[in-house]
């Protein structure tokens, strides 16, 4: 069986993919995430996997290799990881009582051969008071995290409605990546049956 790189220290995604059954290698990349002048948060999404993946296939040129990068947007802004208290409640509050996008896009290489593709899914998030923005932040976990907040943790509790893909706000959504990687010859392994 192909050996899988993913381009992350994220264990999120990490976790994703075991729970399809990969056993990826690690191969965290050190790129800069800031913006372009004008990039729409979907083509920065894509950029920056492509980017990850690009300087992952440098240090591997034929190995194969997965990266993606998850931006929230409202309104065209982007919102990537806060940088403190103040900037995580700035994004929540923004977030707050209203509908946005989060934007995941996957990048793959292997070999000289490349290929990508974005999820984008709409969620909601219900009005946040600011004692609770605060309590959130001190709870360590928006730190890290595209918007500043976790759909799969205790940000789960801010969220009322979600139309697209849970493991794609989640950052790496699960059906593209199955799809993606078999394109590779690297099917989701249970599709291989009994070994």
């Keep these: 069986m192909t050996t899988l790189f993913l381009a992350s220290a994220s264990p999120r995604r990490l976790a994703l993919l075991q729970q399809i059954g990969y056993s ?24 920056l996997a492509t980017a990850k993946a690009g300087a992952a296939a440098r240090e591997r040129p034929a190995a194969l290799i997965l990266a993606a990068d998850t931006v929230v947007s409202v309104d065209g ?8 208290l103040a900037a995580a409640q700035g994004m929540l509050q923004t977030l707050s009582g209203r509908w946005h996008l989060v934007h995941t896009a996957i990048a793959v290489t ?4 490349n290929a990508r593709c974005l999820s984008t899914s709409r969620v909601q998030m219900r009005p946040l008071e600011p004692q609770e923005m605060a309590a959130y932040w001190a709870s360590g976990e928006p730190a890290d995290k595209a918007g500043a907040y976790a759909i799969q943790g205790l ?3 801010f969220i009322t409605a979600l139309e697209g893909s849970y493991s794609g706000v989640m950052g790496l959504p699960l059906f593209e990546t199955g799809q993606i990687l078999s394109t590779f010859g690297c099917p989701p392994p249970f599709l291989h049956g009994p070994s």
């Design 110 to 113: 292997r070999s000289g051969r």
């Design 155 to 157: 940000g789960a509790l």
């Design 77 to 84: 802004q982007a919102f990537g990881k806060p940088r403190d």
């Design 24 to 47: 990826p290698l690690l191969v965290p990349t050190d790129i800069d995430e800031t913006p372009l002048p004008g990039e729409e948060p979907a083509a920065q999404a894509l950029r």
